[in-house]
């Protein structure tokens, strides 16, 4: 991780990636390069996610499932 923040974009991209660890990799990294706030509002956009290891991400970030 390079805490650069102008990687951000890409890593949002990477949030609707066809690979399962891709996207929980991608929420790993927002929650580097992200603030609270801006991570509940790709929270929201991401709410149908069915994935466990995921889920488990952004439950590591503190959003509720």
């Keep these: 991780n390079s805490g650069d923040a102008r990687l951000r974009s890409r890593v949002i991209e990477n949030l609707s990636f066809e690979d399962s660890q891709v996207r929980a990799m991608a929420v790993w990294a927002l ?13 929201r956009e991401h709410k149908d996610e069915t994935d466990e290891s995921v889920i488990a991400e952004w439950q590591a970030l503190g959003v509720k499932r």
């Excluded at 929650?31 to 509940?40: F, K, N, Q, V």
């Design 31 to 43: 929650g580097r390069l992200s603030t609270p706030d801006e991570i509940a509002v790709l929270a």
